[in-house]
């Protein structure tokens, strides 16, 4: 059987593809292990709004039921955010093992490019991607997120990486995964809570029309993802250095509790969660929405653009 054999794709969606009309995936970890309930339910519904909003059809991934799920039902993501921590979290290695059991599974930036791209959908909008870890040189700890990206043609609009994270060191792979990381209207990599995280993006680009000309070209090219790097609105930003007592915190607790390896992620946003009494939620809700709007704006650019090329 081919991978293909394993895609629920919802009528929507299918329809949608099958006319060259813009497609916009959403991940599902951000639903089951990124946010608490019933907020996490609220934030899936309202990306999804404002993907149709701005002209595209939202396609939220996840694995359910032995299936690649792609533009799962109201029900069904009912069922994800209620399962919440109950749920796996799959990265790449762990998509066999839940097709064959049927375990209800958010996907990570990883696994929902890789099902997005078997779908044929291009365009991803998520909050934050996955990174290289503070302390990295010892724990190896390194996002899938950054090799998914180096070869899986998707382009991912997310608002920079967490402050949690290395951000120079996770800069650097992607570099040496060959990841362009463009800036939408701004120079400088945002980190999440921040606007700025003090290092720059390759290229800046002000437009959805001309991020969509580049993705055009890297997909004729045949190469991999591409890193939309798009800063948190004004109105719902943390200066830099506000967020840094709370993360550092949080950081020695996850030491402290010893916590490694997948449950790392989760477990800092949860702490970051309850140390800012709820602050940080309200943020990430808000920087997802604004990258799904980006994201939708992007695949309608791309859409309209290769419909005008020449058969
Ligand atoms: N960043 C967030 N919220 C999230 C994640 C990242 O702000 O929910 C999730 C994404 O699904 C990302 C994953 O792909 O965490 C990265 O996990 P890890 O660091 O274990 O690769
Ligand atoms: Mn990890």
């Known amino acids: 059987m081919s991978a293909k054999a394993y895609l629920s794709v919802s009528g929507d969606v299918k329809a949608a593809l099958a006319a060259g009309k813009p497609v916009v995936a959403l991940e599902s970890t951000i639903i089951t292990h990124g946010m608490p309930y019933p907020q996490n339910l609220s934030m899936a519904q309202e990306v999804e709004a404002v993907v149709r909003a701005h002209g595209a059809v939202p396609a939220t991934i996840a694995i359910m039921d032995g299936r690649l799920c792609v533009g799962v039902s109201g029900e069904d993501l009912q069922r994800l955010a209620e399962e919440g921590h109950k749920a796996a979290k799959a990265s790449r290695r762990d ?53 998914e990206l180096g070869r899986t ?80 609105p004004e109105s719902d ?20 509790q010893g916590i490694k390896g997948k449950a790392t992620t989760p477990f800092l946003l949860q702490r970051i969660f309850e140390l800012t009494g709820g602050k940080s939620l309200e943020s990430n809700i808000a920087l997802v929405k604004n990258n799904a709007k980006v994201a939708a704006q992007i695949a309608v650019a791309l859409s309209s653009q290769l419909a005008s090329r020449p058969a």
Do not use: Y
């Open 95 to 147: 998509m066999a093992a839940l097709l064959a059991s049927g375990v209800m599974a958010g996907t990570t930036v990883a696994t929902t490019m890789q099902i997005a791209a078997l779908a044929g959908i291009r365009i991803f909008a998520t909050g934050g991607i996955g990174g290289v870890h503070r302390g990295a040189e010892d724990s190896f700890d390194i996002s899938a997120d950054l090799e």
């Open 153 to 232: 043609p998707v382009a991912v609009v997310c608002a920079g990486a967490k402050s949690i994270l290395d951000i120079a060191k996770t800069l650097e792979v992607l570099e040496t995964n060959g990841v362009p990381v463009l800036g939408f209207g701004t120079e400088d990599f945002p980190a999440f809570w921040a606007r700025t995280s003090g290092f720059k993006v390759d290229q800046r680009l002000d437009t959805a029309g001309d991020v969509a000309k580049l993705l055009a070209i890297q997909s004729d090219l045949n190469m991999g993802g591409v890193l939309i790097a798009n800063p948190i």
């Open 237 to 256: 930003a943390w200066e830099a250095g506000a967020i840094e007592g709370f993360i550092a915190q949080a950081l020695a607790d996850a030491e402290a």
